[in-house]
């Protein structure tokens, strides 16, 4: 399976921390998303890195994609409370289908 | 439209009736997903379409699920005699071709079978 799987499956931090998410997933792709979920409705895209990327910068969000370990992080620097919310990575495979899998997603909760 | 929408945003429905939820993409996406969650899970792939090509059903979690994509544009994800384990959100995404640039997702439709 392609499926990526997060981890930690929760995070609570203060405000104005670092948070940083991992995501492990199992075959060669094309590329990795990174999507955030409020609320358990609709997912809004953050981010996306392609497999000859290794690093990648967004206002506040950095992503890391390690290929030969087949794993990527994801960290939000000084973190607010509106970035409460559940982050999830998804990634379409270089070979065969290229629908979007995604994980299981990881909890991340700020504390004012 | 603006973005992708979905109908009904809340379904409730009987054991054993049968439901339709629909999907309208972006225009122009050619990609168009279904994934289910439940409370508190991650997305489980359904179904995706891709043009004019066959459908990628490997996700339809048995023969009560169907979809169907007309015209390359709406979509309805139909859900026959429901069973309570069917409760979920159903969400459908487009992008402009499959795997990428992006995803973009609808509100979802709650699906409540009682």
């Known amino acids: 399976s392609q499926q990526g799987e997060e981890d930690p499956q929760a995070l609570s931090i203060q405000e104005g921390e670092n948070a940083t998410m991992n995501c492990s997933y199992k075959t060669s792709i094309n590329n990795l998303q990174w999507y955030r979920q409020n609320s358990g409705r609709g997912l809004v895209h953050l981010i996306l890195?392609?497999?000859?990327?290794r690093e990648k910068h967004s206002g506040r969000l950095r992503v890391t994609l390690d290929t030969s370990k087949k794993s990527s992080s994801l960290l939000i620097t000084a973190s607010r409370a509106a970035d409460t919310a559940s982050y999830f990575c998804?990634?379409?495979?270089?070979?065969?289908?290229?629908?979007?899998?995604f994980g299981q997603g990881t909890r991340l909760t700020i504390n004012p | 439209g603006a973005g992708v929408s979905q109908s009904p945003s809340n379904k409730v429905t009987e054991k054993g009736k049968d439901v339709e939820l629909r999907c309208d993409p972006i225009s122009g996406h050619t990609a168009l997903y279904w994934y289910r969650q439940s409370l508190g899970q991650g997305l489980e792939f359904l179904i995706y379409f891709q043009g004019n090509s066959a459908p990628d059903k490997s996700g339809l979690p048995s023969d009560r699920f169907s979809a169907e994509r007309t015209g390359g544009s709406v979509s309805t994800l139909t859900i026959q005699r429901t069973q309570q384990e069917d409760s979920a959100v159903y969400l459908c995404?487009?992008?402009?071709?499959?795997?990428?640039?992006?995803?973009?997702f609808g509100q979802g439709t709650r699906l409540t079978v009682v």
């Open positions: 890195i392609r497999s000859n990327e």
């Open positions: 995404a487009s992008s402009l071709w499959m795997g990428g640039p992006e995803a973009f």
């Open positions: 998804a990634t379409d495979a270089l070979q065969g289908a290229q629908k979007l899998v």
